[in-house]
């Protein structure tokens, strides 16, 4: 459903309900927050490195509280885009596989890069749909995850995917991830994708921060992440306030939702 809309981009919130069909019993499994911006369509619609948005209808019904909550979470997301937008990716060496010589468990030992170019079954209006990057991003992201773990993981979180800029029909898109933090059952991924036009320039275009667990192996505790430099160390510890603020709203909505269990 829309829950906010702002001049020129709406906020749309899912709820992913999963149900028995023999028993009838439903359960909330997940939840998501997405932001959409309105381009123009057809002949409207000019290549550049940016998009000219055209207005969202002003979404009518909210209450007082509901408007302020709305334009908070707006405020919200808009200064992490401009910070992440200015944020600098680690000096990793971009490397399809890792070298042999490279210490297990480090970050150059599970870092991933795979490569992609823009197809029109991609696109809409000649620019990438998100949810191409999206599963390209956590492609890239199990990879370097399983990689540290040496067994089987799935995406257990994903922190807000911020697109900065839009992709073309027959660029190439890179995507880069590697582990910033371990705890004994989890792996945060950090993973960022980079497009090259004809042109040659590389343009930042999305990051984010994906939480991996491991599956089977039940009690086999995930070998922790082996830091070599002050920045690694630094990345850690702001990967460890990630996951303690994770696991806080975790319990907090599995609290919520015990009273949501539809019989």
């Not at 009838?24 to 000219?52: I, M, Q």
């Not at 949810?131 to 995850?145: F, P, R, S, W």
Request: hydrophobic share 30%; glycine share 6%.
């Amino acid at each position: 459903a829309v829950t906010y809309t702002s001049p020129h981009s709406m906020e749309v919130t899912v709820d992913v309900w999963a149900e028995n069909v023999r028993t009838g019993t439903r359960r909330h499994t997940n939840t998501a927050t997405l932001w959409y911006v309105a381009v123009p369509t057809g002949g409207e619609c000019k290549f550049s490195d940016k998009l000219n948005p055209v207005s969202v209808p002003h979404l009518k019904g909210l209450s007082v509280e509901e408007q302020q909550n709305g334009q908070e979470r707006y405020e919200k997301q808009k200064r992490e885009r401009l910070a992440l937008n200015e944020k600098r990716r680690p000096n990793i060496e971009l490397s399809y596989y890792p070298h042999p010589d490279v210490e297990r468990h480090t970050i150059l030992a599970s870092q991933s890069t795979l490569a992609s170019i823009v197809l029109q079954s991609d696109c809409i209006n000649n620019y990438v749909v998100g949810g191409t990057l999206m599963k390209m991003m956590d492609n890239t992201v199990v990879i370097c995850a399983i990689r540290h773990c040496r067994t089987y993981v799935v995406t257990a979180c994903i922190n807000a995917i911020n697109f900065l800029k839009p992709v073309r029909n027959g660029e190439v898109m890179f995507f880069t991830a590697w582990p910033t933090f371990t705890s004994n059952r989890s792996i945060e991924v950090e993973v960022t994708c980079e497009a090259e036009g004809p042109h040659g320039r590389s343009q930042r275009i999305a990051s984010a921060y994906f939480t991996c667990v491991v599956i089977g192996d039940q009690g086999v505790p995930i070998v922790p992440l082996k830091l070599q430099t002050e920045e690694e160390r630094q990345r850690f510890e702001e990967g460890k306030k990630r996951y303690i603020t994770r696991k806080g709203q975790k319990h907090t909505q599995d609290r919520h939702m015990e009273g949501h269990i539809v019989e």
